[in-house]
Structure formats: C-alpha cells, structure tokens
C-alpha cells in the first residue's frame, strides 16, 4: 500500500487527465445540440483533391497525442504540465468559439470515386464525426502543441530522429485534415494562428512577465521620487 500511495503521489499531475471528461462531453452535447451559423470555406479547398491515403496520419493523430502525454506524464513533470497548459488551454478556447459561434464545412464528398478500406475508414470517420464544430482544427492544433513539447524536450534535442520525425508527422496530419475532407484549409491557418499565443503561456511565460517587471523596475528607477 505504502509503493501504491508513493507511486501515486509521484504522478499526482496526472489528475490533470481528468480534463477529457468535462470536455467530451461538452463536445458531445455541441454535436448533437448545435447547428452551424457560420460555413467555413475557402477557394483554396477547391483545388485540394481527396486522397484517401491520408486517413492513415489523421488516425495516427490519436497514438501520437496519446504517446507524447504519456511520455511526459512519466518523465518530466515540468513538461507535461506545460504541455497540458498548451493542449487544455487550445481546446477549451475552441469549445468556446464552438459554442459562441457554431460552425461547418459541406466538403466532404457524397461518393467516392475509389472504394477500397482507406475510403471505408473515411466512411467512419464521416458517420462518427459529423462536419460541425470545425474552426480552429483542434486535430491540427493538438499536432503542434506536441510537436513544439517534443521539440524542446531532452529526447527532441538528444535524437534527430525523433525531432524530425515528430516534425514530418505534424505536417502530415496537418495536410490529412484537408486531403481527406474533415476540415477547410481555413480551419488549419486558425489552429496555426492560436497555437502561437498558446505557445507563449505555456513556454514564454515566465520570461514574458519578467520582462515586464524589469521594464517597470526600470521605469520606477528613472521616476524621481
């Protein structure tokens, strides 16, 4: 009892897991209460042809941000904590975009032109998750909150493998959200856009505010008293 109550005082940050229940189910009542105001679309998207074979990143989405949460849950405290900063923060402010301005997208194609299990897969992924809700593409923005956390961690800079690799893969299920249909080219620049200020909480954080208080330490220095 005394290892189990060690262990799980060790990794008592992994309660922060606990954030995928609040936010299924407010996802999930906003699939199946809300209706877009908004359609999101681009001229852009018109000229991105459907290629089935990127289903196999836009599944490989889920092991990817799976593996990374585990990886820091069990080796750096300080990361995942940052990571979970960069990751809860992105989704909670798109669940509000979601509720305050409910969007959708009408690409996705009514019949397939090859019919192979790549197209069945999408075929799933279409009844399962149906085209509401879609800006920001928290599928993009979730790739690039763990990229950045891999990048910077000791495994990123020990192995260029590992770097590039989680690199390549990002692009990958960033491209996978347009070739297959699930997401406009509009829906991919705005994940790009919040991951930047999300980028500064999580990571820039403490040198944001010291800079500031420099700044007014400085100034107050200058004031005559």
């Not at 080219?185 to 954080?205: Q, T």
Request: net charge positive.
């Amino acid at each position: 009892m005394k290892a189990i109550g060690e262990f799980l005082y060790k990794y008592r940050h992994a309660a922060l897991l606990l954030y995928f229940f609040p936010y299924m189910m407010w996802f999930g009542w906003l699939q199946q209460n809300t209706r877009p105001v908004v359609w999101v679309c681009s001229w852009i998207d018109g000229y991105i042809p459907f290629l089935e074979i990127f289903v196999i990143p836009y599944l490989i989405w889920f092991f990817y941000i799976a593996a990374a949460m585990a990886y820091f849950l069990f080796r750096s405290r300080t990361e995942f904590l940052k990571l979970c900063t960069f990751l809860f923060t992105g989704m909670t402010i798109c669940l509000l975009i979601y509720t305050i301005l409910p969007n959708g997208q009408f690409l996705r194609p009514l019949v397939f032109k090859r019919d192979n299990i790549l197209t069945d897969l999408v075929r799933t992924i279409y009844l399962l998750d149906p085209s509401f809700n879609v800006c920001p593409s928290i599928h993009c923005l979730n790739s690039i909150g763990v990229h950045i956390a891999i990048r910077r961690s000791q495994l990123g800079q020990r192995s260029r493998a590992i770097r590039y690799g989680s690199g390549v893969l990002m692009v990958l299920i960033c491209l996978s959200t347009v070739f297959i249909k699930p997401h406009s080219i509009i829906d991919v620049v705005a994940a790009i856009i919040l991951s930047i200020p999300l980028y500064l909480l999580a990571y820039r954080f403490d040198q944001i505010r010291d800079y500031f208080v420099q700044r007014r330490a400085r100034r107050l220095s200058r004031d005559p008293a």
